[in-house]
C-alpha cells in the first residue's frame, strides 16, 4: 500500500474523496502545464538567468570593494548588506536551481548541473545527491527527507515523544545560525555515519575529505583572503562576512522552513513508497509544500521557493517560470478539492516555529495549558522529561483523555 493511499483511509484525510480515476487524471492535467512551459523555453529565460548571474557576480563584488574599507560604519553596513543579499541570491535563485538541472537545456558549460559550485560548506556535488535525489523524491517521508527535521527532530504527532526533543526548538534555532554546516553534515549523512561507526569507512573518507576542502575554500575566502586585502579593515571586514554567512543562513533556513514545516503541510509514514503512482506522486508534493504569496521581490530572493508546491511538483523547469504556472497550479487544487497552501513569509514562519514549539512538548500539552493550570501543567512536563517510560506514557495518556474531553466540551 502506498502512503497516499493509507492516507486516504484515516478519517480526516483531505484526499479520501479522490478516487485512483482522480489522482490519475490530476497527473496528466499537471504533466501537461509542464509539458507547456517546456515547448515554450527560450531566449528570453536564458537571458533571465544570465541577468541574475551578472547581477550577483557585481553586486558581491561592488559590496567586497566597500568592504575594503569597512573600518568605517557606513561601508561597513552597506557592504555587509550587500554582500548578505549577494550570498542569498548565489544560493538561492541561481545555486539551487542550477544544480536542479534547470538550465541543462540551454547547453551553456558555464551555466550546468554538472559544472556549477556555489557559495556554500556543501559540495555542490554531494548536495545534489540528497537534496535532488532524497529530498525531492521522498518528500516529507518521515525518516527519509533529510530536509524534514533533519532526522533529529520530532516532526509529527506520529513520532514517539522523548524528553530530548524538549530542546528541539534551541536546536532549531542554532540549525538556523549555520544552515550550511548543518547542510553539508547531513548531506554527508555524518549522523548515520557516527552511529553506525562507519566512519573510517573508504568512501565515508573520500566523501568527508571533499567536506573539509570546500570548508577550507570557503574560510579561507572569507576569513583570510579578504581581510588580509582590507589591510586596516580586516576584522572589520572578517565580521562582516561572518555576519553576511549568518544572514544567509537564517534566511535560507527560514524560506526552507515555509517551504516543509508550516500547519497544515503533511508529513508520511516512512515505508516504502514503491507502487506509488505517477499520479500519487505528483499528489505527495501537493500535500507536502507549501507556498510564500509576496512581491516579485520576495520571488527572487528565496530563489522562487516562494512557489514550493509548483517547485516540488516540476523541479527542474526553469524557476522563472513558475509564477506564471502558479495560477493554473492552484486552479488543479480547486478542481480535486485541495487546500493550497499560501501565506505571506512572517505568517509561514511563525506558524512553521509553532510547529517547532508544539511537537518538542508532548502530545496535547500546549492544547490543554492555560494560564490558570500553567504551574500544574509545568509540573507533568518536568515528570515526563525527568520520569520513567511507564511515568511518561501514564501523563500522555491524561493528557490525551484531557484533549479529548475539551474536544468534546
Ligand atoms: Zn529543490
Excluded at 478516487?19 to 515554450?40: F, K, N, Y
Excluded at 529530498?135 to 527527507?145: A, L, R
Excluded at 522552513?257 to 506522486?281: L, N, Q, Y
Excluded at 507549501?290 to 511538483?313: C, D, R
Aim: glycine content about 6%; hydrophobic content about 40%.
Amino acid at each position: 500500500m502506498t502512503v497516499i493511499q493509507k492516507k486516504k483511509q484515516t478519517g480526516d484525510s483531505q484526499i479520501a474523496h479522490l478516487t485512483p480515476e482522480d489522482v490519475e487524471m490530476l497527473g496528466i492535467e499537471l504533466d501537461a502545464i509542464r509539458q507547456s512551459v517546456i515547448d515554450t523555453r527560450g531566449a528570453s529565460d536564458a537571458a533571465y538567468i544570465r541577468k541574475v548571474i551578472k547581477t550577483q557576480r557585481s553586486l558581491e563584488l561592488g559590496s567586497r570593494a566597500v568592504l575594503l574599507f569597512s573600518i568605517f560604519p557606513p561601508a561597513w553596513l552597506v557592504g555587509t548588506a550587500g554582500l548578505s543579499v549577494a550570498k542569498i541570491l548565489d544560493n538561492m535563485e541561481i545555486g539551487h536551481n542550477i544544480l536542479h538541472g534547470q538550465w541543462d537545456w540551454m547547453r551553456d558549460p558555464k551555466i550546468h548541473s554538472t559544472t556549477w559550485e556555489w557559495d556554500h560548506a556543501t559540495p555542490a556535488e554531494q548536495w545534489k545527491v540528497s537534496h535532488n535525489e532524497l529530498h525531492h523524491n521522498f518528500t516529507n517521508v518521515v525518516g527519509k527527507d533529510n530536509d524534514l527535521g533533519y532526522g533529529i527532530m520530532r516532526v509529527d504527532e506520529d513520532q514517539p515523544w522523548q524528553p530530548f526533543y524538549i530542546i528541539q526548538p534551541v536546536w532549531n534555532f542554532l540549525n538556523a545560525l549555520f544552515f550550511e554546516y548543518g547542510i553539508a553534515a547531513y548531506d554527508l549523512e555524518l549522523r548515520g555515519a557516527l552511529a553506525s561507526k562507519k566512519t573510517k569507512d573508504p568512501e565515508f573518507r573520500k566523501q568527508a575529505k571533499k567536506v573539509v576542502n570546500k570548508i577550507r575554500r570557503q574560510m579561507t575566502k572569507d576569513y583570510v583572503v579578504h581581510p588580509i586585502l582590507s589591510g586596516p579593515s580586516a576584522l572589520h571586514t572578517l565580521a562582516a562576512n561572518f555576519t553576511a554567512n549568518i544572514v544567509r543562513n537564517v534566511w535560507a533556513h527560514s524560506v526552507i522552513m515555509c517551504g516543509h514545516f508550516p500547519e497544515g503541510v503533511e508529513t508520511f509514514e516512512r515505508k516504502s513508497i514503491e507502487g506509488e503512482t505517477h499520479g500519487e506522486w505528483y499528489l505527495r508534493q501537493m500535500l507536502g509544500s507549501a507556498n510564500i504569496s509576496g512581491s516579485p521581490l520576495m520571488h527572487l530572493m528565496s530563489g522562487n521557493l516562494s512557489h514550493q508546491i509548483e517547485h516540488h511538483l516540476f523541479p527542474d523547469l526553469p524557476s522563472n517560470r513558475y509564477k506564471e504556472i502558479a495560477p493554473k497550479v492552484e486552479a488543479l487544487f480547486e478542481k480535486y478539492g485541495l487546500s493550497y497552501c499560501a501565506r505571506p513569509l512572517p505568517q509561514q514562519v511563525y506558524s512553521a516555529w509553532h510547529k517547532v514549539v508544539r511537537l518538542s512538548l508532548p502530545n496535547g500539552w500546549l492544547e490543554a495549558t492555560t494560564r490558570k493550570n500553567l504551574p500544574s501543567q509545568l509540573g507533568k512536563l518536568y515528570k515526563m522529561v525527568t520520569g520513567t517510560p511507564r511515568e511518561r506514557r501514564l501523563i500522555q495518556a491524561s493528557l490525551t483523555r484531557e484533549v479529548r474531553r475539551l474536544k468534546a466540551a
